[in-house]
């Protein structure tokens, strides 16, 4: 959890460091613009508008209310994701190197010398190698549950936490469609009120309706690239997993002959 909320700190204050120097940016623009429309009346009114700048205001213009829920959806999203792809990247193993060094140890110093190259190597599939050793005296059957007991907490460890992103996945369009009807309401609101059908009355509304929904789609989009990696990445450790628990099966069974 530690890591987790490093990572969320840092997320956090990168994004408020670009709005801030958007802020800025923004400022010294206008100001330039100011000047250059005193000194030339002919000059343009208005510099086109860099892509920072351009989502600034447009995240202004789809309110703060619901815009900013998005928001911190991203940003809590990106920081699970971005812990659980370190997290998997250093449980993985090489197996056939770590498999090849338990058998070699196995031949010359016997259980306890493999137990101790398990010791020494990360990765789940080397504590799992640790826990069959440990058992070893047990009997093959006990190794053997001990193997798959151990496999199920392991893979428990893999899966943390990735079912938030699915659920921002999920929310964030969620909340774009909830801006969108509330937008289109208070469009009907003031056609309503002003008793007449102009556009004019309604443009703002239903701008405000549209871009909560692309916002919240772009959200979505980008959070399910990082689930879809994150799943792959945990079915080809647990694929490995398998394998591994099947090859120490028959190293103990060796062994013992």
Known sequence: MKRLFSI????????????????????TAASTTVVTVAQDDE??????????????????????????IVLLCLILGLAIAIERIIF???????????????????????????????????????????????R?????????????????????QLEKNVSWISLFIALAPMLGFMGTVIGMIQAFDK???????????????????????VFGLVVAIILQIFYNYIIAKIDSIVNDMEDASITLMDLLIRHKK
Do not use: W
């Open 8 to 27: 969320l700190a840092i997320t956090g204050m990168m994004v408020f460091g670009t709005a801030n120097a958007t802020t800025i940016a923004n400022t």
């Open 43 to 68: 000059a343009p009114a208005e510099e086109s508008l860099t892509f920072h700048q351009e989502l600034k205001k447009r995240f202004i213009e789809g309110g703060p209310e619901f815009m900013g």
């Open 136 to 156: 070893t005296d047990e009997g093959i059957e006990a190794a053997e549950k001990a193997v798959v007991a151990y496999g199920g907490v392991q893979m428990g």
């Open 88 to 134: 998997l990247n250093l449980s993985t193993t090489n197996t056939k190197k770590l498999t090849q060094k338990v058998e070699d140890a196995l031949a010359s110093g016997g259980v306890e010398a493999a137990k101790e190259v398990c010791r020494n190597t990360k990765g789940p599939i080397a504590s799992i190698y640790y826990q069959g050793l440990d």
């Open 191 to 213: 056609i309503e009120a002003a008793g007449d059908m102009q556009p004019s009355l309604v443009a703002g509304g239903i701008k405000v309706a549209l871009l909560t929904t």
